[in-house]
């Protein structure tokens, strides 16, 4: 296996309970991201920690692995989920996909753009910026944000909109200079994913809430393509509604 694509699909979740398992024009949202993500890669799985994921994802014939439910984060159960893979399949994999669970509609396209990222050499993580066209997302917390250096590797993430324009209006920012917003779609060096979950969260981490600093304060190199597609996830029922009202469903 040269790419391993993972989705890890929560039932628990906070705002939104049984998230995975809700139904989007006939199908489960977890069934929607592993059909996207079968167009992109050979090899995708569900890790799940309830038993009612597990089944819809064995009834719709996708592959599915049980993990535990005392994960701190989706990284922590993308590790799990791959070691269980790797020794049920017997090989090892080169780079590991965590697919965002809640992106029914995520393109092949975006996924593909990802694996660009490891044709630099010195690429450990790889993710996503799309260009800031909102001017209110630009200002919004809810969209991190991100700057990069001039080979494409992250230098800071933040919810705070970066770089600050000095000498010009904040309103006029747009006009002035690109921003761009974080995709939260990762790839990982297969070495790299057990190491960066052993990492204990940093102060940059605590400050903003943002997984990825923790990955940058320990000298991480994460490479940042630009993708022409934008991401839509689902983080409440009033967000299936939003994506009705635009269309995409």
């Known amino acids: 296996m040269e790419y391993l694509a993972i ?15 809700t139904m989007i024009a006939g199908k ?42 005392n994960h701190p984060n989706g990284t922590s159960r993308v590790l799990e989920a791959m070691q269980k893979i790797e ?18 509609f995520i393109s092949p396209e975006q996924l593909i753009e990802l694996t660009k990222c490891f044709d630099d050499p010195q690429a450990e993580i790889a993710t996503l910026m799309k260009r800031i066209e909102e001017q209110a997302e630009l200002y919004d917390p809810s969209t991190p944000k991100v700057v990069c250096d001039k080979y494409g590797r992250a230098l800071y993430f933040s919810r705070s909109t970066i770089p600050f324009l000095r000498d010009i209006p904040q309103n006029e920012w747009p006009g002035h200079h690109p921003f761009f ?37 320990n000298g ?18 009033a967000d299936i509604d939003s994506l009705k009202a635009k269309g995409i469903i």
């Not at 799940?48 to 692995?65: C, K, L, N, Q, W």
């Not at 020794?87 to 029914?104: A, F, H, L, S, W």
């Open 7 to 21: 989705i890890p699909a929560r039932f628990a979740s906070t705002r939104f309970p049984g998230k995975p398992l």
């Open 28 to 69: 489960s949202m977890v069934q929607r991201v592993y059909e996207q993500a079968c167009k992109a890669f050979a090899n995708v799985y569900v890790a799940t920690d309830h038993p009612d994921i597990y089944s819809a994802v064995e009834e719709f014939g996708g592959r599915v692995v049980m993990t535990s439910a």
């Open 87 to 104: 020794k049920i399949r017997g090989t090892m994999c080169k780079y590991v996909v965590n697919v965002q669970g809640d992106e029914p």
């Open 181 to 217: 917003k974080h995709i939260g779609l990762y790839g990982y060096k297969r070495e790299i994913l057990p190491e960066i979950v052993s990492m204990d969260e940093g102060l940059l981490e605590k400050a903003e809430k943002l997984e990825q600093l923790r990955w940058l304060e």
């Open 220 to 237: 991480i190199k994460i490479c940042v393509r630009e993708s022409a597609y934008n991401s839509y996830s689902v983080d409440t029922p």
